[in-house]
């Protein structure tokens, strides 16, 4: 077999490839300073490898090959170099991504990520067939419907678990404390993600849930709040955000500007070091009665954000466990034919100037679900610090809540709030 120099059919692949990777240099300038951008210089050696592989692969693998797969592959591959969390977005997947910011979806309502070239459950969300099947934080999903996931790509899991309401899928999963790989069949359904849900406790404490952050989860969060302090003054605020994934970092901004007047709520940093920094605005924020935040491993992203704002301002008592430890943020870019890029584009600094990047927010009073005198669980949950590729900061340990049937960190959440009751500013007495 001869191996020469590139020929003239795959010079002319080579020139169509290199059109097709240089579509993506733009998406790091900035349309407004598009005159100032520097343009990264081309890598035309690596094109050229890359070029000759691709070559080789159409020619000669054993099988003919679907070039458009191919590069997608390639793509899939070198954004999973990057971090946990960049990736590709086939059409499918991105037009997912859209109904996922609008709350509603067919599926089964889990959190998902790849810890260990495994696919392992963030959290499943409150409500959702996953929680209703007591699928738990940490668990790794070996199979779907009997495909294997070990090579299977973040994106492709996520839309081989959506489906038509009624239909039925089988996770072969894998828990710490069990021998044996075991199924769990269920149901998908319409995913009506509530962002907010309230109730009042004892006639004088709010408690206030947000499941996720996305399109008008703060003006939700205004209307539950009025309906709690509708013919009573509230003595207190319960704000739960425990196995909440993020979501829009706008959405959580406006969160956390309705319980401050003034000062940096966020900031972000990007690779050249540009700094943005979101102020609170004075414009009817919330009374000031006291709130406790619940935190635990399956906060992440946007909840880190809300977290990590109320603790810095000390407008907030955090209970619970060590957040997830996401301090990084997502942009997605928009591509041909319905596909889309969601890239790490900057880190993020809490109001004082802290990364939690892997390391995650740390509670003020440290609570675990359980009750206390009941065993301590040895399982742990995943956690940023945990994903293959992460964005490097200091790392520490942390321990996973056991599901209970009493919530016995709302309970505590309540108990301190009453033992507070003699601090109540004057005028919501």
């Known amino acids: 077999m001869r191996h020469g120099n590139i020929n003239t059919k795959l010079k002319r692949q080579f020139s169509i490839l290199l059109v097709t990777l240089l579509t993506f240099l733009p998406l790091y300038a900035d349309p407004k300073k598009e005159e100032e951008a520097k343009v990264p210089p081309v890598p035309y050696e690596e094109l050229d490898l890359f070029a000759k592989v691709y070559h080789y692969i159409q020619n000669h693998y054993v099988e003919e090959v679907d070039g458009k797969k191919v590069i ?40 998902i990520t790849i810890k260990d070239e495994v696919l392992t459950v963030v959290t499943p969300l409150e409500g959702t067939p996953a929680y209703k099947a007591k699928i738990e934080a940490g668990d790794k999903i070996i199979k779907i419907d009997g495909t294997p996931t070990r090579e299977m790509s973040l994106a492709d899991a996520v839309s081989k678990m959506r489906g038509k309401k009624g239909s039925k899928i089988t996770l072969t999963l894998v828990r710490e404390g069990k021998k044996q790989p075991f199924d769990v069949v269920l149901t998908r359904e319409v995913i009506h993600i509530q962002s907010v849900r309230s109730e009042l406790l004892e006639k004088q404490y709010g408690y206030v849930r947000i499941n996720s952050f996305q399109e008008g989860t703060s003006r939700e969060l205004t209307k539950a709040l009025q309906r709690l302090g509708k013919g009573t003054l509230l003595k207190g605020l319960i704000l739960d955000l425990r196995n909440n994934p993020g979501g829009l970092l706008d959405e959580a901004i406006a969160v956390v500007d309705s319980f401050l007047k003034e000062g940096v709520i966020v900031s972000t940093k990007s690779r050249d070091q540009e700094t943005d920094r979101k102020l609170a605005q004075d414009d ?85 679900q359980e009750a206390p005198s009941s065993s301590e669980s040895s399982q742990s949950s995943i956690r940023e610090k945990d994903l293959k590729g992460h964005l490097e900061e200091e790392e520490r340990k942390f321990a996973k809540e056991k599901e209970s049937e009493i919530d016995h960190q709302k309970q505590l959440a309540l108990n301190y709030l009453k033992g507070l009751e003699a601090f109540v500013p004057p005028q919501q007495k």
């Open 72 to 111: 997608e592959g390639a793509i899939d591959g070198m954004l999973r170099s990057l971090d946990p969390h960049s990736s590709f977005l086939r059409r499918d997947v991105y037009n997912e991504l859209k109904v996922d910011t609008e709350g509603q979806f067919g599926g089964i309502g889990i959190e």
């Open 284 to 368: 009817g924020n919330e009374p000031n009665y006291p709130i406790v935040l619940l935190i635990n491993g399956g906060s992440a992203s946007a909840s880190e954000i809300v977290a990590g704002a109320l603790q810095d301002h000390h407008k907030a008592v955090l209970l619970g466990t060590t957040t997830f430890g996401k301090g990084s943020v997502q942009t997605v870019y928009e591509l041909d034919k319905g596909t889309a890029l969601k890239l790490t584009i900057a880190r993020y600094y809490t109001a004082s100037g802290r990364s939690i990047q892997a390391e995650g927010i740390k509670p003020d009073i440290v609570a675990t």
